[in-house]
């Protein structure tokens, strides 16, 4: 049985009266976004948003699994939001504006901010070797019913902003097609470790559309771990439970290190010199304390806050899968309507109104001596209704990280890892 909250569904409401263009009877001629001249003012307020959005979801994500793992990518789940946001108007687009902490002028600073994000991304590292330098891709795609009719501006954003082709598939007539293929395009964007982000039973076959995103990283240490060094040691959850994991040791230099109001972080990075990730322990209470202050203000501090310094670190190797359904949370976070018969997506198309049901979303990780794997994927699916010198940083207890590009400030992937030996959440 499918769950309610697993896809995103629309309610007949009057269309609108504008002229919309079939799917089938336009072809995009590019599904890379479009190039403009570097903006710096655009890349700003478009990493400022993607930070705001990513503090906020990973911390109401995290609310609703208390002594958990976590992973989350919220850039993913961002970049599936904004395409959905083009086709939204009145309310439903106001609240989606506050939770993805859309620049002004809004709608359009958004779809720039974040264009100019991802071309940056994309030029330092969409052509790594995941060794010498980071591997890190995305991708947007958006699956039409066969004779469903877009506005062309809608259209026209997508492709033209996220690089999000239309691929016109058969919802009604074979359904089950439609999600090996749409599984199978996730899979080959993820190198296999998204390889079912619709479960059996969707698409429904009264979908509408459904917009995707992947993104996948590959990178590897800027000074990897010996294997050799690594050894069992016992790590503390929260609740004062021990379990013990394999821990890999190193002294490292030109690592960052910070300390914070009850909490110390250093910031591991990848080979390359352009990615890192940040891991957070407490040094009183517990994670959860730390968590409850993460907002957009803590999480830029933390990202540019860092000082260099020769730091003794061990770290547990862990891997680890969460599926989510991420309605609730962006209702709690602030757009209720989006998920509401008063929904507004009339910008989408003149078939029917729309509204969102529930946002899917799954993030793989995998840490180890030579560095880290990570994959994620979010759905939206519309339906008619129904080191000696330096300190030692032994991670030892619950922590948190997070996976980002120093340069521009972006969070690609955070976490909570609450005992390394849990490897999926259901």
């Known amino acids: 049985m499918v769950s ?43 990493a400022a948003a993607i930070r705001g959005f990513s503090a906020d979801l990973y911390r109401e994500l995290a609310s609703t699994r208390p002594g958990g793992n976590v992973v989350c990518a919220p850039y993913s789940v961002n970049l599936a939001l904004a395409m959905a946001r083009a086709g939204a108007g009145s309310t439903t687009a106001a609240e989606m504006d506050a939770v993805l902490h859309a620049p002004q002028p ?22 790594g070797d995941g060794v010498a330098r980071p591997l890190l891709t995305t991708a947007n795609a958006l699956w039409t019913r066969l004779d469903l009719g877009l506005r062309p501006g809608f259209q026209n954003t997508l492709t033209g902003y996220y690089g999000a082709a239309p691929h016109p598939v058969d919802f009604r007539g074979a359904p089950e097609a439609a999600r090996q293929e749409i599984n199978t395009w996730v899979s080959d964007r993820t190198n296999a470790k998204i390889p079912e982000l619709l479960p059996a039973g969707l698409p429904a076959p009264d979908t509408n559309l459904i917009l995707t995103n992947t993104t996948y990283l590959k990178a590897a240490w ?21 379990v013990d994991v394999q821990m890999m040791r190193g002294p490292f230099d030109g690592m960052g290190y910070l300390v914070g109001d009850g909490w ?90 729309l509204r969102i049901d529930d946002v899917l979303h799954e993030t793989f990780i995998a840490v180890d001596e030579k560095g880290t794997e990570a994959a994620a994927a979010s759905a939206i699916i519309i339906r008619p209704p129904s080191i000696p010198q330096g300190p030692q940083f032994f991670v030892n207890r619950p922590f948190l990280y997070v996976i980002h590009d120093r340069f521009t400030g972006v969070p690609l992937f955070l976490g909570r890892v609450h005992d390394p030996l849990v490897t999926r959440t259901a």
């Open 106 to 127: 809004r709608p359009g600073a958004l779809d720039s901010g974040l264009n100019t994000v991802q071309q940056a991304l994309a030029e330092r590292y969409q052509n």
């Open 222 to 242: 800027l000074y990897p771990f010996r294997a050799t060094a690594t050894a069992t040691e016992p790590f503390t959850r929260d609740d004062g439970s021990v």
């Open 4 to 46: 309610r909250r697993s896809i995103l569904r629309s309610v007949p409401l009057a269309a609108a009266a504008l002229t919309a263009t079939p799917v089938h009877s336009r072809s995009a001629t590019s599904t890379d976004p479009v190039r403009v001249p570097p903006d710096p003012a655009a890349l700003s307020a478009g």
């Open 264 to 353: 110390r972080a250093v910031d591991v990075p990848f080979a390359g010199h352009g990615l890192n990730m940040a891991i957070v322990m407490p040094t009183q209470g517990d994670l959860a304390a730390v968590e409850a202050n993460l907002d957009v203000t803590w999480l830029g501090a933390l990202l540019t806050g860092f000082q260099n310094a020769l730091v003794e670190l061990r770290l547990p190797k862990w891997t680890f899968r969460l599926p989510a359904e991420l309605g609730a949370v962006l209702s709690s976070l602030g757009m209720p309507t989006a998920f509401s018969s008063q929904a507004d997506f009339t910008g989408m198309s003149t078939d029917s109104a």
